[in-house]
C-alpha cells in the first residue's frame, strides 16, 4: 500500500512538474510571437560612441493589402533619454524590390548640442504608385532601414541611454480603409557607451 500512494505521488509530481515546464516553454516561444504593427527588429542594443549604425523597422501582422503607410520616428525623445543620437538617413529594405514603392520623409530638427546631436521628428511616407500593388498581408521583416550615428561622449565612464521611437504609425488600403498598424512595442532603446 505504501508502495502503491508512493508511485501515485511520484507520477502526479513528475506530470506536474512537466505541465510547468512545458507551459513555461510554449509562453516564452510565443512570447517573440507577440509583436504586431510596425516595430523595430530589436527592443534594445548597445553601440560605441562616435559610430555609424544600420537599423531595421519591420511590419508584423499586416491585416490587409497596405498600399500607403506613414508614421513618425521620434530621436532622443523618449522618458529618460539623453540626447546623443544624429539621424543620417532612412531607406526601403529588401521586402520593399517593387520600384513603385516611393519613401519620403521629412526631418523637423531640435535644437543641436554640442555633440553635434538634438531631439529629432522623422515624418515617414510610403506608398505604392502602381494601382492596388501595396504589401499583401503577412510579415515583413525587413521593411525600412534607418541610418544613425551615436555622437562622440568620450568623457563617458558608464552607458546612457537614448532611443528611437515610432509614434503615430497609419496604413491603408488603395480604397483609403484604415488598416492598424499600431506597433505592440514601440521603443528600440539604445546604450551607448565610450569606446
Not at 508502495?3 to 505521488?9: D, E, F, G, R, Y
Not at 537599423?55 to 498600399?67: T, Y
Amino acid at each position: 500500500m505504501k508502495n502503491l500512494n508512493l508511485i501515485v505521488i511520484v507520477c502526479f509530481i513528475l506530470f506536474y512538474f512537466s505541465g510547468i515546464a512545458q507551459t513555461d516553454k510554449i509562453s516564452s516561444t510565443t512570447k517573440g510571437a507577440k509583436n504586431s504593427g510596425l516595430v523595430f527588429k530589436k527592443e534594445l542594443e548597445h553601440r560605441l560612441a562616435d559610430s555609424s549604425y544600420t537599423d531595421v523597422i519591420q511590419l508584423h501582422k499586416l491585416s490587409g493589402k497596405a498600399q500607403s503607410i506613414q508614421f513618425r520616428i521620434l530621436i532622443n525623445k523618449a522618458a529618460g533619454d539623453s540626447t546623443i543620437l544624429i539621424f543620417k538617413d532612412i531607406q526601403k529594405g529588401s521586402d520593399l524590390k517593387d520600384p513603385g514603392w516611393l519613401l519620403d520623409y521629412n526631418v523637423v530638427k531640435g535644437l543641436v548640442t554640442k555633440n553635434g546631436a538634438s531631439n529629432d521628428e522623422v515624418y515617414i511616407v510610403l506608398y505604392n504608385s502602381n494601382k492596388n500593388g501595396g504589401l499583401l498581408p503577412g510579415d515583413y521583416s525587413d521593411l525600412i532601414k534607418v541610418k544613425y550615428k551615436v555622437a562622440d561622449i568620450t568623457a563617458l565612464k558608464n552607458e546612457i541611454k537614448s532611443s528611437m521611437k515610432i509614434a503615430q504609425a497609419k496604413a491603408s488600403t488603395f480604397n483609403g480603409i484604415a488598416i492598424n498598424i499600431t506597433p505592440t512595442r514601440n521603443e528600440f532603446k539604445i546604450y551607448a557607451r565610450s569606446k
